[in-house]
């Protein structure tokens, strides 16, 4: 085997492994990150409004540097609450090491019925780190309308009382505090955690 | 020696011919930005029955805002309004629906009954093009705060407010915010607008719908 032959064979063994290289390391990251929801792509911050949880009153602000989970539901809620509430703990632990750098928070369509005790111990069921908030009817309606949702009072069963009709969608807020995703009730706790995992960075 | 030439007079042409294809690939896709999420609102309409943000999901929306004792100050916009409607078949959504809600700050006199009356008086067909109201706080929160349109009661009882149009997709996003600053008129661009959100929504589903997330990328805004 002549010189010449034996360098043409190194560069293309060197080449070769460059390629290879480049297919797993730089591929990956050219493929754009599919969102489970609609991106919000410019600045909007989301509601900085101060509501109450057990642990005493409670921003958005608060969790600066985490991406924050902002989900709204009740605790007497029958169905749809629930089934969110568990598919965002599975999201969550789906994040394994990451999972500290996320908040997930439910506020109350329910001012009335719930207090910040009965959302404490209604949340904390489904993941310990979760935080429940409510405020007076007025402040709850504010920022429910700013974060895109709307609830109502619906007639309920003699067992449960009235029911409250609310928007299910989950909406993540990036570490900086800008409101940037809105995700449907139907994703996957898989999608919620690749989309998270895009947020984290 | 030759093969050298070739090689460097064909790769110039081979680079045109892909840009030139990329270009016309890609330049027919615009998008209209996501600007922000759209409030969410329960109200009631001109015949007495609640409409939230939640009845519209799937539709495309254009808002407007104005009140039943208005006059000429807002003959313009609702002119506009019947424009747009009358010139849908110049914008292709699709099978998504397009729907017209105009928003009244006069929530203590704009009843239904005012509504209704307000509605017949413009021509409005009601199946497509909606007049609401509500609770004034929550109206408040949700055209002040939520759609980002000013309106103040003066001692008269008549209303100084900016004219403002708001378009928000089917998500629940505002795509559009129409503030009379443009040279166009604003039948002209909302038409336009329309539909290249019509196109955004037909190909919201499958491998084109990366392409629109690559023009959101980029800013391939109109």
């Known amino acids: 085997m002549t010189v010449t032959r034996k360098r043409i064979l190194i560069g293309l063994g060197v080449a070769l492994l460059g390629v290879v290289v480049a297919w797993l390391l730089v591929l990956p990251r050219l493929r754009p990150h599919v969102f489970g929801g609609a991106v919000i792509q410019s600045n909007q911050k989301a509601p900085n409004t101060e509501l109450v949880s057990a642990d005493g009153p409670v921003r958005i602000s608060d969790f600066a540097g985490k991406v924050v989970v902002v989900y709204f539901g009740y605790t007497f809620c029958p169905d749809v609450c629930p089934a969110t509430l568990d598919k965002l703990a599975e999201s969550v632990a789906l994040l394994e090491g990451r999972a500290d750098e996320v908040q997930v928070v439910m506020v109350s369509v329910d001012p009335a019925r719930d207090t910040p005790e009965m959302l404490e111990e209604y949340v904390t069921y489904f993941h310990p780190d979760f935080i429940g908030v409510t405020g007076d009817e007025a402040t709850v309606n504010r920022v429910a309308t700013l974060y895109g949702v709307v609830y109502r009072q619906a007639e309920g069963t003699e067992a449960t009382g009235y029911t409250i009709d609310h928007t299910s969608t989950v909406i993540l807020v990036d570490r900086e505090g800008y409101l940037k995703l809105v995700l449907p009730f139907e994703g996957s706790a898989e999608q919620i955690a690749s989309d998270i995992d895009y947020f984290l960075g | ?222």
């Open chain 2, 1 to 222: 020696m030759t093969r050298k030439v070739v090689l460097r007079s064909v790769i110039p042409v081979v680079l045109i011919i892909a840009a030139a294809v990329a270009f016309a690939v890609f330049e027919p896709i615009q998008v209209l930005p996501r600007i922000r999420i759209a409030p969410g609102y329960l109200l009631v309409n001109q015949d007495a029955e609640t409409i939230t943000s939640e009845d519209v999901r799937g539709d495309i929306v254009l808002y407007s805002f104005t009140y039943s004792d208005c006059g000429d100050e807002c003959a313009e916009m609702n002119n506009t309004v019947a424009e747009v409607q009358s010139r849908l078949g110049e914008a292709d959504t699709g099978d998504t629906d397009v729907r017209f809600i105009t928003i009244s700050f006069d929530s203590e006199r704009d009843d239904p009954e005012m509504l209704t009356e307000y509605a017949t008086r413009l021509g409005a067909d009601t199946a497509q093009w909606e007049f609401a109201t509500g609770d004034p706080t929550h109206l408040e929160n949700v055209v002040k705060s939520g759609f980002e349109v000013y309106y103040q009661q003066r001692s008269d009882g008549t209303f100084s407010f900016a004219p403002v149009f708001v378009l928000v997709d089917g998500w629940g996003v505002i795509r559009g915010e129409y503030r009379y600053q443009t040279n166009a008129s604003d039948a002209d661009k909302i038409v336009h607008h329309l539909d290249i959100l019509g196109e955004e929504v037909r190909n919201s589903h499958g491998a084109a719908s990366l392409a629109y997330e690559a023009a959101h990328f980029f800013l391939c805004y109109p």
